[in-house]
């Protein structure tokens, strides 16, 4: 009897815990201005749990973006030197995605695939395809899938989105880059809204290379944040990564580990 009773007791508290990706649809869609008003005690809950988050997105703002206006001020608009794309990062043993060096190998275009697997308990696996016409300008197709488990019943939430990315600073250490495009959320959201996004690849030293990225979608009267950051062992075309990714979903945020792959054509 008294095993029942607090199975009874802790069923709504484990329900309460497992509705992440419902309340980020919620937030995301264009009803959530409709939704009635919890209760305070839930506010001063979610209150406690954004406050990791909120110093995590300062310690962002004040780092990674200012970091990145200040290396990309006054280039936003003038033309770049000559380079080209490498077959591969580490070819040459020195260089990373871009070369100077004119080489009978190097190439005017590239195709790089991605796929990884965001651990936590809202699992996720991102497929990601980045397509070169020219050593300045890629197209970005990316598609998220988060997936998590109930007790009575599954969520899901599919995030795609297109981006054209200008590849302004394209050194051999290491490239900047920043572009604009559109995001559809699926679901039950299913809304399109605009979008932006800025990164950046280091190669220090063969065979490690540093991913940090950025992108930020206005979807309705809320906001689908991602940051990425990401360490890579390169075999040839071939590259290895793991890494921490933080994802704001409307109102919800959740971070964790990744692990992934990326082959280059």
């Given at each position: ?11 709504p508290c ?27 005690s ?17 310690i ?5 973006l ?12 003038g ?26 190998k ?21 497929l990601n ?7 300045l ?9 988060f ?8 969520e899901?939430?599919?995030i795609?989105s ?7 600073v ?20 299913d ?15 063969k ?12 979807i ?24 921490y ?7 919800e ?10 082959i280059n054509?």
């Open positions: 009897m008294n095993k029942k009773l607090l199975l009874l007791l802790f069923i484990f329900l309460g815990a497992q509705n992440t990706l419902s309340n980020a649809k919620d937030s995301l869609s264009k009803s959530s201005n409709n939704s009635p008003v919890t209760s305070s839930k506010d001063d809950d979610d209150d406690d749990d954004s406050v990791g988050d909120t110093i995590f997105e300062s962002f703002e004040s780092i990674f200012d970091f990145f206006g200040y290396m990309s001020y006054n280039l936003i608009l033309e770049g030197m000559y380079t080209e794309i490498t077959p591969y990062p580490y070819f040459d043993g020195k260089s990373g995605e871009y070369t100077r060096v004119l080489n009978d190097n190439k005017r275009t590239n195709i790089k695939l991605n796929a990884n697997y965001f651990v936590n308990r809202v699992s996720g696996i991102e395809a980045v397509v070169k016409p020219i050593p300008l890629g197209i970005e197709l990316d598609y998220l899938n997936n998590e488990e109930g007790l009575f019943t599954d899901s939430l599919n795609t297109i981006n054209a990315n200008y590849y302004r394209r050194e051999s250490s290491f490239s900047m880059w920043w572009g604009i495009g559109a995001t559809y959320v699926g679901n039950e959201v809304s399109w809204g605009v979008s932006y996004n800025l990164g950046t690849d280091i190669y220090p030293v065979p490690i290379s540093f991913h940090v990225g950025w992108k930020q979608s206005f309705n009267d809320n906001t689908v944040n991602v940051f990425k950051s990401q360490v890579k062992y390169h075999l040839k075309q071939t590259a290895f990564y793991t890494g990714h933080n994802y704001k979903l409307g109102s945020t959740i971070s964790g580990l990744v692990l992934g792959i990326e054509f």
